[in-house]
């Protein structure tokens, strides 16, 4: 009796597990705990902002869209790249407004324009991520980034202490080959790296706001200074690796030998294979799947009608100040390339094997990268 009344009692227990399990997961809770039953087949909108930054189609979208995923199985990503296009961007925006999207998470292609869509939004009782990149307006719920004053400032400090290394004297030229005009983080960006060069004794031969981050406008801008300062240009400050490989390209197409060293941000492949190959000094590291994957919590979250606390706050060009989460930076050389991209498998399982291709196999070898 003992007996039949115990298995009685776990078959119970049996039935109402596997019943909070299929509850779970008919809300999209997954491995997370943000996913309530509000969330459970909720529209979720990600606007990113070119296709000219490889990470956004490489990293940002998948690993947004794996979260959601794993989150909340039943949701639904509604996804859309404004091509360097402000008023595409805008479109697509409300597209998805009209088709019902909980939360948008917009990187704007540019933060002042977007304030519109954040309106948009508001007035449907649509939450707004700004990812990324800050958004002007008040009404955004949530800002992710990384802290990019830091930005600027670890990649002006690798370039002046490299420039000093190599006795580069105090008093020589310096080109700055800034982000877009129309991104709030490029203006940061720039502000750390001013913080660092001004007080270097190293000066600004010219410098330039890359419009949408085109490399090909970087190359044409820098080929011109080549042209006009020649041996004078002892360094170029590049704010991303895009705008980095164009200088490169100028560089190399004006025959200058040894190439200075060159600047870059977000580790893309081809930046990486450059640092190996000596065109690229660094890179700046940033660890987008937290950053995507947090995105993707805070949007289930908003689609429950939950309002997590922010890290800090970070105040918008208008003075608001907005809930936000802020990520670390790493500087990338030759000497941490191992430790960083390639540990955290940032290209996959088979990083290495994507960075060391036949091409650069002897430069891995020598630095260790495997």
């Keep these: 009796m003992k007996i039949a009344t115990t298995r009685a009692v776990i078959a119970s227990a049996a039935i109402l597990l596997t019943a909070a399990t299929l509850t779970a997961c008919s809300n999209g809770s997954g491995s997370g705990s943000s996913s ?33 995923k794993d989150l909340c199985p039943d949701c639904k990503v509604l996804y859309s790249n404004a091509d360097g296009d402000a008023s595409k961007q805008q479109q697509q925006a409300e597209s998805m407004l009209t088709q019902g999207v909980k939360v948008l998470v917009l990187d704007p292609f540019d933060g002042e324009a977007a304030a519109s869509i954040v309106g948009e939004a508001k007035a449907k009782n649509v939450p707004v991520i700004s990812y990324d990149r800050l958004i002007n307006s008040p009404d955004s719920n949530y800002y992710i980034s990384f802290d990019n004053e830091k930005v600027g400032q670890l990649q002006a400090t690798a370039l002046v202490d490299k420039l000093k290394k190599d006795n580069v004297a105090s008093g020589a030229g310096i080109l700055m080959v800034n982000g877009s005009p129309t991104d709030n983080n490029a203006t940061l960006f720039k502000k750390g790296a001013h913080s660092v060069i001004d007080s270097s004794g190293y000066k600004v031969l010219a410098e330039f706001d890359t419009p949408g981050w085109d490399p090909a406008k970087a190359q044409d801008w820098v080929a ?27 560089l190399k197409a004006a025959n200058v030998s040894p190439i200075p060293p060159v600047t870059g941000q977000d580790a893309e492949l081809a930046g990486i294979q450059r640092i190996l190959a000596g065109d690229q000094y660094m890179t700046v590291y940033k660890a987008l799947k937290p950053e995507a994957e947090k995105a993707a919590e805070l949007a289930v979250d908003l689609a429950n009608g939950k309002k997590p606390k922010g890290d ?10 907005i809930q936000s989460f802020l990520l670390t930076p790493v500087a990338v050389t030759t000497d941490n390339i191992e430790s960083t991209v390639v540990k955290d498998e940032f290209y996959g399982s088979d990083s290495a094997a994507k960075i060391c291709t036949a091409d650069y196999k002897a430069d891995c070898d020598k630095y260790g990268v495997k």
């Design 312 to 321: 800090t706050t970070v105040n918008t060009a208008g003075g608001a100040a």
């Design 224 to 250: 011109g200074q080549i042209t006009q300062f020649g041996s004078q240009i002892k360094g170029i400050y590049a704010a991303n690796d895009g705008t980095g490989g164009g200088a490169i390209a100028s």
């Design 36 to 68: 309530t039953a509000g969330a459970s087949k909720a529209q979720i909108g990600l606007l990113l902002p070119d296709s000219v930054t490889a990470r956004y189609e490489s990293a940002d979208k998948p690993f947004f869209e794996a979260k959601i």
